[in-house]
Nanobody, 125 residues
């Protein structure tokens, strides 16, 4: 059973940076897409970024494009989200997710089978 664990969240001022990490266990390496989603209070969970199994293709929500960068290690066991130029509207719980098979709509949360517990990111103005 795949288990995902996020770290790196915290409190930062607007304009600052954070780097989130997601470590996977329970398997040797991943052959499917991994992604980051976020959920702010009172709002639905939304897509942030995703990376293909090879790391060669990345996808971003328009709201974070140019500010966030997703990457994964060669061994495919860890995925990162580098967040720069953070804004108060980026405040949310950030979740790591991994697909259990091929994905067609990598931005859809229903495509992902495994989820972490989430890490809080708070951006103060």
């Amino acid at each position: 059973q795949v288990q995902l664990g996020e770290s790196g969240g915290g409190l930062v001022q607007a304009g600052g940076s954070l780097r989130l990490s997601c470590a996977a266990s329970g398997r040797t390496f991943s052959t499917y897409a991994m992604g980051w989603f976020r959920q702010a209070p009172g709002k639905a969970r939304e897509f942030v970024a995703a990376v293909s199994w090879s790391g060669g293709s990345t996808y971003y929500a328009d709201s974070v494009k140019g500010r966030f960068t997703i990457s994964r290690t060669t061994a495919k066991n860890t995925v990162y989200l580098q967040m720069n130029s953070l804004k108060p509207e980026d405040t949310a719980v950030y979740y790591c997710a991994e697909a259990g098979g091929p994905t067609r709509r990598i931005w859809e949360k229903n495509e992902y089978d495994y989820w972490g517990q989430g890490t809080q990111v708070t951006v103060s103005s």
